[in-house]
């Protein structure tokens, strides 16, 4: 493999996640320029996620990965779920697609709040576009159901919206009293169904919307639905009011004088320094709090207002908006970009480092592996003197040159640590991953475990690549035999690689885990806080071999 070129491991993941038929596949072919995923118009056409190494302009090098739907059906679905999920663990940017004719749906939701507590970085694109500018004929429309509106509803939103008109709140039939008869200059309509929602008022002229919120609109997750909501019919050109309940019984005038100044368009000109004063109203969240307290000084009220058209609107099919969305994929991998090394910013111009690396037979034929080739790398960018060698050659280096570090492979830590001076830095490549991808901390804490293991105890060993097995690999071979050598006890193994990582750790006295190369960042942090969270001790094959070794804080020395 040439040096040069950027594993999948330390490209950023971007996952496209969403419903079925919200157009994330087609919206991936869009990005990508290529078909990389198929595209149909049947529900659930995707069922694995589907992954991808690529450059992309101007996003550089990157693993794109496509999702299933997050509301499929069936025992396969529920799969399909399962396996989208599992992505969220190795995603660094996430892109929520959903279909602009639909409108957020309860799972985008939860896709959000998954995100969020994650702390995933995350876009909002408003898939099919092209069909809300040139929107469908309304349907299940009869007289007085809006004729006039720009989004098709279906029939059972209409007897929903009857319903409501027919239980109206009390809120609702006093403000109905200024707005019905086109009091105020307009016509306006109650229980107007656009889409999926269904609006408490409706100017048709004007395309606004007013929306009557009581406390419940306050808490955190209406919230979370209420700006969702918003910011679908904001994509649909409608203007969104909300007012609050209390604002309708305590203070109805300065409700009314708020409307107005939704209904009444500026002079056109404008009067010299009057267009101020009439946009500051329109826009001012604070104006009907204004009118409220000089109506009721001895009240507080508020209005809470929502951004309005967060998102990116994008047509998967004609290609409109999907540069924009290169375009702020690009700005949040730079506003995320941390600058990392395995052991460049320890090293200084002319450090001798020498490199143990064991050929036998469990080396892959031909080449160095991963770890070895990367720690190589930054030796030379740093402009220090990397010298490789196998063990049988190291005691006769070290009589003529005397290096600031010596890493080795952990496997031949009980030979290394006897060779190389106690004054000399001794550490491995498997530390050395540990620490570049994951938590030292979090690991420390599980290697003082392996002395505490019993007979009968389950340990985890886990490795994040998909090699053929040797007959005397380390993960399911050597580890084994070293630990029940060290600790006198019967321990019973298991063993996962590649992608696997059990949900339910709780059966596990311990985990040791690789170094982590051929996971990114993301997912082997992942892994981690999984066990933090159970409370089960996870430590580096690395760092568990040089605690058997009675050489682990030795081997960490070099963090210091």
Known sequence: ????????????????????????????????????????????????????????????????????????????????????????????????????????????????????????PYLVVWNKCDLIQSPPPLEGGGRGWGKSATHKFDKNTQINAIELRNNATRQEKKLWQYLNKSQLGYKFRRQQPIGNYISDFFCPALKLIIELDGGQHNEKQNIEYDKRRTEFLNQLGYKVLRIWNNDIDNNIEGVIDYIKTELTPPPNPLPQGAGETVLSKRTDPNFLT???????????????????????????????????????????????????????????QGDIVILVIPIDESAPKGRIILPQQNVLRECLDAHATAICTQVEELEQILKTITPRFVITDSQAFNKVKT?????????????????????????????????????????????????????????????????????????????????EFPSDLSKYKLIIHCGGC???????????????????????????IAYMNGILKRALKIFE
């Open 290 to 348: 204004q009118k409220v307290e000089e109506n009721n000084p001895t009240r507080k009220s508020e209005i809470f207002t929502l951004p309005q058209g967060e998102g990116i609107q994008v047509s998967a099919k004609t290609g409109e908006g999907v540069n924009e969305l290169k375009e702020a994929l690009g700005h949040i991998l730079n506003e995320n970009k941390k600058e990392k090394f395995i052991i460049k910013d320890r090293l200084r």
């Open 518 to 544: 051929m996971l990114n960042e993301a997912e082997m942090q992942s892994r981690q806080k999984k066990a933090k969270e159970q409370n089960i001790p996870m430590v580096n094959y690395g760092m568990a």
């Open 1 to 120: 493999m040439s040096l040069n070129n950027i594993t999948s491991s330390e490209r950023p993941h971007i996952s496209f996640f969403g419903c079925t038929n919200s157009g994330k596949s087609s919206l991936v072919n869009a990005v990508t320029n290529q078909s990389l995923s198929v595209v149909s118009d049947v529900k659930g056409t995707t069922t694995d996620a589907v992954q991808k190494s690529m450059e992309i302009l101007p996003l550089g090098p990157v693993v794109i990965i496509d999702t299933a739907g997050v509301n499929d059906e069936g025992k396969l679905g529920e799969l399909r779920i399962e396996a989208t999920k599992r992505i969220l663990d190795k995603t660094d940017i996430a892109v929520l697609v959903v279909d602009s004719t639909v409108g957020v749906q309860k799972d985008d939701k939860e896709l959000i709040k998954e995100f969020e507590e994650r702390k995933i």
């Open 419 to 499: 060779i190389v001076h106690e004054n000399i830095i001794l550490t491995s490549f498997s530390i050395l991953m540990a620490n570049y991808k994951g938590s030292l901390q979090i690991l420390l804490s599980g290697a003082e475990t392996i002395s505490e293991l019993k007979d009968g105890d389950k340990v985890l060993i886990s490795e994040g690549c998909t090699h053929h097995r040797q007959c005397n690999d380390i993960g399911t071979v050597k580890l084994p035999k070293w630990i029940e050598k060290y600790t006198g006890k019967k321990i019973e193994f298991e063993f996962t690689q590649g992608g």
